[in-house]
């Protein structure tokens, strides 16, 4: 496994890493646990999850799952950087409750107790905000974050799908008070969707953060899927059925797919790969249902894509550019 330091931070991180919201509802306890048994024997350290993840009423049965791993012990908690997040509902009774979502302060103090106490953990290494909260400053935020850090039950902030005003902003607010502010943004980011270029990343460049893609294979649609329906394999569905529905993306893909047969290259290694070789990335997000996927994903890792490859995916997605320059002149 190759190693990097999460954004600004010293700390050092799998350039993989290991995303859990599969587990609970698609892959049960059993797998998860030899699933994370497999990533960690890989040597990815860096483990992301949500509180809200489990879904439905079974919210926080992802961390739940996480935290019976733990409690395995051989030094499993100590090994892992683990991250978890906090925005969505979580009220047991599945109502919106008043401030039991979103980034209040008050909702803050709930979510990582809660999340502690289901993951099993004294402290989580990286918390990270789900979603921006318009309703809420950032001056209330980071005395939240403050309060925690100072109580030892979070290390760092870090944000997810924020565009990049709000990166700035957040970032802004934090030096204002003398406070570290966000070191990494979780963002969607692949082939296919690459608009976090024009604005995103470079904000995250700019203030240090670590760049996570989450969806790297962009729903399963950059994983070979027109090849596996057509040997009779599983069917698209959700947003890659969607997509393939429009006959100019099943060309692209089609097209793509084509380009990774006459290289010798498995579609979701080169997509992998190809977020690897990115500026400002520290590792994609994998979620495997299977430890066949998590092969899988492990040998992009390893693969060192030739410039060719490179400029023929470029090709077939071509991505928007910087800002201004995407939409003017």
């Known amino acids: 496994m190759k190693y990097t330091q999460l954004g600004r931070t010293g700390l050092k991180v799998s350039r993989l890493v290991l995303g859990t919201m599969n587990f609970g509802p698609q892959t049960d306890e059993t797998d998860s646990h030899a699933i994370m048994d497999a990533a960690l024997g890989a040597g990815i350290n860096f483990f992301d999850t949500a509180n809200v993840y489990g879904w439905g009423e079974n919210?926080?049965?992802?961390?739940?799952?996480?935290?019976s791993w733990f409690a395995k012990g051989g030094g499993r908690r100590d090994k892992v950087v683990l991250a978890t997040k906090v925005y969505g509902n979580m009220s047991a009774d599945g109502d919106a409750w008043p401030n039991h979502d979103k980034l209040s302060a008050v909702n803050i103090?709930?979510?990582?107790?809660?999340?502690?106490?289901?993951?099993?953990?004294?402290?989580?290494?990286?918390?990270?905000?789900?979603?921006?909260?318009?309703?809420?400053?950032?001056?209330e935020l980071w005395q939240a974050v403050e309060v925690l850090v100072q109580q030892g039950k979070i290390l760092?902030?870090?944000?997810?799908?924020?565009?990049?005003?709000?990166?700035a902003q957040a970032n802004e607010t934090a030096a204002r008070?003398?406070?570290?502010?966000?070191?990494?943004?979780?963002?969607?980011?692949?082939l296919a969707e690459?608009?976090?270029?024009?604005?995103?990343?470079?904000?995250?460049?700019?203030?240090?953060?670590?760049?996570?893609?989450?969806?790297?294979l962009h729903g399963g649609l950059l994983g070979g899927v027109i090849k596996k329906q057509a040997e009779g394999g599983r069917r698209a569905s959700g947003r890659a059925a969607d997509a393939l529905a429009d006959p100019k993306?099943?060309?692209?893909i089609q097209a793509y797919e084509d380009l990774l047969e006459k290289?010798?290259?498995?579609?979701?290694?080169?997509?992998?790969?190809?977020?690897?070789?990115?500026?400002?990335?520290?590792?994609?997000?994998?979620g495997p249902r299977t430890?066949?996927?998590?092969?899988?994903?492990?040998?992009?890792?390893?693969?060192?894509?030739?410039?060719?490859?490179?400029?023929?995916?470029?090709?077939?997605?071509?991505?928007?550019?910087?800002?201004?320059?995407?939409?003017?002149?």
């Open 59 to 67: 919210k926080g049965r992802t961390e739940e799952i996480i935290g």
């Open 156 to 167: 760092y902030a870090g944000s997810s799908n924020f565009p990049g005003y709000k990166i």
């Open 291 to 329: 430890a066949g996927q998590l092969d899988s994903a492990l040998r992009a890792v390893e693969m060192e894509p030739s410039e060719e490859l490179l400029a023929g995916l470029e090709e077939v997605f071509p991505g928007p550019g910087p800002s201004p320059e995407a939409f003017a002149w």
């Open 194 to 216: 690459r608009r976090a270029e024009m604005e995103v990343i470079p904000a995250a460049q700019d203030y240090g953060l670590g760049v996570i893609p989450w969806s790297p």
């Open 177 to 190: 008070h003398g406070r570290m502010g966000l070191v990494s943004e979780q963002c969607l980011y692949n």
């Open 249 to 252: 993306t099943r060309a692209r």
């Open 109 to 139: 103090r709930r979510a990582v107790d809660a999340s502690l106490q289901r993951l099993g953990t004294d402290h989580i290494d990286l918390y990270q905000f789900h979603h921006i909260d318009r309703g809420t400053p950032f001056e």
């Open 263 to 286: 290289h010798g290259v498995e579609p979701g290694e080169a997509a992998l790969a190809w977020l690897l070789t990115r500026p400002g990335v520290t590792g994609p997000i994998v």
